[in-house]
């Protein structure tokens, strides 16, 4: 299980929504010292998407760190959708250009690029169907101990 910390952000009907602690809370990474996550994130920005998260803990409320979690399986299918997918269609489609059609080498680039595209399509069709899934969505594992984070809901 892959572990992450993450800011209850709302909660409603018995389901809880979180938003994940970037790399820009680590003071080393902000610094430029770290894994160069917070050097990424001042360029990608500050948004952190709500997620609904499987389970409860008692008496929580919004502004609690929590800790999330997903299976490792889980995050080695995306990889493989999000990687392997739209290669496949690339190397399927030009394969199928160069080797039934005979295609010139223009054409044979085209039917790649196209093969490229329509597998980001199925990627993310695929995504949007599994992001609906409970299988796909992180667990709620546990609340944890109040520190003195520097990261506060207001700046996730």
């Not at 009907?13 to 680590?26: H, I, K």
């Not at 998407?49 to 995050?75: A, F, H, M």
Request: hydrophobic content about 45%; some cysteine.
């Amino acid at each position: 299980m892959i572990e992450e910390r993450a800011i209850v952000s709302r909660m409603a009907s018995g389901a809880v929504w979180v938003r994940a602690f970037g790399p820009e809370s680590c003071p080393r990474c902000a610094e430029g010292r770290g894994c160069g996550g917070g050097v990424l994130a001042k360029l990608v920005g500050r948004h952190r998407p709500e997620i609904q998260v499987q389970g409860t803990l008692r008496n929580l409320s919004v502004g609690d760190t929590v800790i999330v979690g997903v299976d490792e399986g889980v995050v080695m299918q995306a990889s493989l959708w999000v990687y392997a997918i739209p290669l496949a269609g690339m190397f399927a489609l030009g394969a199928f250009a160069h080797l039934v059609l005979a295609a010139h080498d223009l054409l044979v680039a085209a039917f790649g690029l196209s093969g490229l595209v329509a597998g980001f399509g199925l990627t993310r069709w695929a995504g949007e169907r599994a992001e609906h899934s409970a299988r796909f969505r992180p667990s709620l594992l546990r609340r944890e101990p109040a520190s003195d984070t520097c990261a506060r809901i207001g700046d996730l």
